[in-house]
Nanobody
Framework: QVQLVESGGGLVQAGGSLRLSCAAS????????MGWYCQTPGKQRELVAG???????YYADSVKGRFIISRDNAKNTVYLQMKSLKPEDTAVYYC?????????WGQGTQVTVSP
């Protein structure tokens, strides 16, 4: 069993910051990529940011320069530092971890940005 536990979501005013965390635990070996996706009602889940095992990062164009993804391999944890938040960033954010042939998802954490 593998569990992903997310934390850090909440309500923030536009221009504010939040930091999301996602810790993986259980029978998980050799994590490859870790990332964050977001989803709003009626829309498909989409990539926000990702980080590979070699530390390479990639971002959606809409968050470049505002969000930073990082990971702590010793703790099997991935972080998303979100700055200069906008109302359009409002969504449920999901952590995704790929380990070998398996992909795991977190339960989601709500981020709400008020105008």
């Amino acid at each position: 069993q593998v569990q992903l536990v997310e934390s850090g979501g909440g309500l923030v005013q536009a221009g504010g910051s939040l930091r999301l965390s996602c810790a993986a635990s259980g029978s998980i070996f050799s994590i490859n990529s870790m990332g964050w996706y977001c989803q709003t009602p009626g829309k498909q889940r989409e990539l926000v940011a990702g980080i590979n095992s070699d530390g390479n990062t990639y971002y959606a164009d809409s968050v470049k320069g505002r969000f930073i993804i990082s990971r702590d391999n010793a703790k099997n944890t991935v972080y998303l530092q979100m700055k200069s938040l906008k109302p359009e960033d409002t969504a449920v954010y999901y952590c995704r971890v790929r380990a070998g042939d398996y992909v795991y998802w977190g339960q989601g954490t709500q981020v709400t940005v008020s105008p």
